[in-house]
Nanobody, 127 residues
């Protein structure tokens, strides 16, 4: 089983950038599809970005496409979410998650497809 720990959240002004990190321990992250989700107050958790098990495919929700980038460093067992041009609507707790889905090009996008979750990191964007 893999354990996930997120870091890199914080307070940033609108238009700014943050990079979130998700460090995996236990089984390496290279054997999992990885995803980032977020949950704003009073809202359901939503998919943000994901990377297939092979790393050959990525997927972004339209809300962040062109602004966020997911990458993975298998040597460091770490997945990153680079977030640029942040807006107050991006304010949420961001969660990293790992999925056992093994399709080379398949990016899981639903919460129930993910087996392991991190504790979350708060991102707050001020206007």
């Amino acid at each position: 089983q893999v354990q996930l720990v997120e870091s890199g959240g914080g307070l940033v002004q609108a238009g700014g950038s943050l990079r979130l990190s998700c460090a995996a321990s236990g089984r390496t992250s290279s054997t999992y599809a990885m995803g980032w989700f977020r949950q704003a107050p009073g809202k359901e958790r939503e998919f943000v970005a994901g990377n297939s098990w092979s790393g050959r495919s990525t997927y972004y929700t339209d809300l962040v496409k062109g602004r966020f980038t997911i990458t993975r460093d298998n040597a460091r067992n770490t997945v990153y979410l680079q977030m640029n041009s942040l807006t107050p609507e991006d304010t949420a707790v961001y969660y990293c998650a790992a999925s056992g889905s093994s399709g080379h090009y398949y990016v899981p996008r639903r919460s129930y497809e993910y087996d392991v979750w991190g504790q979350g990191t708060q991102v707050t964007v001020s206007s």
